[in-house]
């Protein structure tokens, strides 16, 4: 026969282990919809957005990473230390473009302050330089995001880098 005082001790401690479990069960409930209400108010998603809009800007203009051509959403995702989602719809949200079309702007730009900066840069140097994958892809891109073919868009570089500004003009004119 059982003695009383162990099945007693046995029966209780089972019960504040099932109280314990379910104490910690309710508890992670709280959390879920503590994070459920926050990550469906549209304002706290906005703001967490664009904050990673703003640091992702930052991050490409400081350490000009997209001048690596085999850039990943996932290395930017590591860099800011939040997951390729994140990244993905911060861009499409506060840019309203995919990842690589905000990452070639970015190398357009950089392939405009080198024209404008260096004589006879080749094709091949630019593609290096900026981060693009091959001449082709740059050429693309050009065309995409300014209609115009590679060289039309250089010699419309150089002609508005050669243009008087206004404050030049009136300068003279004076003089």
Not at 87 to 116: G, H, P, W
Not at 132 to 161: A, H, P, Y
Request: aromatic residues 8%; proline residues 2%; hydrophobic residues 35%.
């Amino acid at each position: 026969m059982l003695h009383p005082i162990p099945l007693t001790l046995f029966t209780v401690l089972l019960l504040m282990v099932f109280l314990f479990l379910f104490h910690v069960r309710q508890k992670r409930k709280e959390f879920k919809t503590i994070d459920k209400d926050q990550d469906t108010s549209p304002k706290y998603h906005q703001e967490q957005l664009r904050k990673i809009a703003d640091r992702l800007d930052r991050i490409l203009a400081d350490h000009k990473i997209y001048t690596n051509s085999d850039l990943t959403i996932c290395d930017l995702a590591n860099k800011l230390g939040t997951n390729r989602t994140y990244v993905s719809s911060s861009i499409n949200t506060c840019y309203n473009q995919n990842f690589n079309s905000y990452v070639n702007q970015f190398r357009l730009d950089e392939m405009k302050d080198i024209i404008l900066n260096e004589n006879d840069v080749t094709n091949k140097e630019l593609v290096s330089m900026c981060g693009f994958g091959s001449i082709d892809t740059m050429k693309r891109v050009v065309k995409q995001k300014t209609g115009l073919s590679l060289n039309d868009w250089k010699e419309q570089i150089l002609r508005e880098d050669n243009k008087p500004s206004c404050c030049n003009v009136f300068s003279q004119k004076q003089s």
